[in-house]
């Protein structure tokens, strides 16, 4: 039995194609070269306690050194309380913007009462965020409109220099399996745009598709378990024989969907990427569908099988070393056994409480142990839960598989 917050054991992973920019601690290079990146936040005013949570983390462990800018954008107004609070907490840029009508509700092809019905239908049903209105909304803007609002057009990439120097497209920290209930039809549709498109996998395509039984094992004629066929005057007069093969409902060009997708609640990705053709003919063609509307569709598995079409493995990074955590779904690295330095405190200037504040930093104090394979830098993980690669529904073992296998035990 796992317990709480541990990770499993810990297993190294080829370095065929990705390997973990950095293991263990390091001083940060606050002179170095910046990225021309930016963190985007989409939220809400009432949900302003969430955003300085965050906030509070990125900065102690990474933006305090880096002062990388913070874009937030919402369908509605940011009030003076979202807006003076959100810059408390930060000394680096932060802009506020607004999504238009064209990014964000119905677009003018779609009737928008057949599309509502559809969302009705689904929370009659009990499908997850189903019936949600809004939800439908964000997920299709974070598929194909983010990258396009106007305060991100200047920025063309993520906020580590890392990515750009290996020449990566699209990272991720977790890889889950999505409900089946939402994503009904998607994959005939990213099948369908691999198949008009002409497009072979590159070899990540793969991670998304279950795995083809083994043929059944013939034993050679020589064989004392060898058994020859029946005559084909009796296997004709068989029940069933010579019907049609049964149709899997699910199969598109022989494969079906595994429901794997990288999580993007945390994703570090190009914007380039998000912004060349081949991404956006592919988030047309989803659209167009009205499966945004008609199921459930989310971001991530829009994302993940549009990367499955168009990258390769070489072009995917698994942040193993980022913890990060979103309701009961966890990812936290085990601490490296070197490189671990003695930590900077950091005493947040918002909590005005001197001693919160200290309590606050004090925590840190303790890392966990470190250990074998393990690659984090002072990291402490949530006692409350097991972390998402020891649960079922863990999709690193398909990411492994693409990736090159496992090299220990």
């Known amino acids: 039995m796992i317990p709480a917050g541990s990770p499993p054991s810990i297993r190294t992973i080829s370095d065929q194609y990705d390997k973990v920019f950095a293991v263990g601690c390091l ?32 900065e102690r462990h990474f933006n305090r050194w880096f002062n990388y800018p913070y874009v937030f954008l919402n369908d509605g107004d940011f009030n003076s309380t979202f807006k003076d609070t959100v810059q408390n907490y930060t000394k680096s840029k932060v802009e506020f913007g607004k999504i238009d009508a064209t990014m ?16 009705r239908k689904q929370g009659d049903e009990a499908i997850m965020y189903g019936g949600m209105e809004s939800y439908h909304h964000m997920c299709r803007f974070y598929s194909g409109f983010f990258y396009k609002h106007e305060l991100l057009q200047k920025y063309e990439c993520d906020p ?19 409900l089946k209930e939402t994503v009904p039809n998607i994959f005939r549709y990213a099948s369908a745009y691999m198949r008009v498109n002409n497009l072979r996998s590159k070899g990540l395509w793969e991670m998304f598709v279950e795995k083809r039984p083994d043929p059944p094992k013939t034993e050679p004629t020589d064989s004392p378990a060898y058994k020859p066929p029946l005559p084909q005057e009796i296997l004709k007069t ?17 494969e079906v969907y595994n429901m794997c997708h990288f999580w993007s609640n945390f994703e570090i990705a190009r914007l380039d990427w998000f912004r060349s053709k081949e991404y956006e003919d592919f988030f047309q063609m989803m659209d167009r569908s009205g499966g945004f509307w008609m199921e459930r569709w989310g ?6 099988l ?6 390769s493995p070489k072009d995917i990074h698994y942040f193993r070393d980022f913890g990060y955590r979103h309701t009961t ?30 309590e606050e930093d ?31 529904g863990s999709c690193l073992p398909e990411w492994v598989e693409v990736a090159g296998g496992w090299t220990s035990p």
């Open 27 to 58: 001083e940060p290079q606050v002179n170095a070269p910046r990225a021309n990146a930016t963190f985007v936040v989409l939220a809400r005013n009432k949900e302003l306690d969430g955003v300085i949570q965050s906030m509070k983390s990125i």
């Open 104 to 119: 964000w509700g119905y677009p003018d092809w779609v009737d928008a009462e057949v599309a509502k019905e559809g969302i």
């Open 160 to 178: 580590f220099i890392h990515m750009a120097r290996a020449n990566k497209t699209y990272g991720f920290t977790i890889a889950v399996k999505e």
């Open 238 to 254: 068989e029940p069933g024989r010579g019907l049609l093969p049964d149709v899997d409902p699910e199969s598109m060009e022989g």
């Open 299 to 304: 971001d991530a598995p829009i994302h993940s």
């Open 306 to 311: 549009a990367a499955g079409a168009l990258l």
């Open 329 to 358: 779904i966890q990812h936290c690295p085990a601490n490296a056994p070197t490189r671990q330095l003695k930590r900077e405190p950091y005493l947040e200037k918002t909590t005005e409480d001197e001693k919160k504040r200290k």
């Open 362 to 392: 004090d925590y840190w104090e303790a890392a966990d142990p470190s250990k074998e394979n393990g690659v984090g830098c002072r990291c402490r993980c949530d006692t409350d839960i097991v972390d998402v690669e020891g649960k079922h």
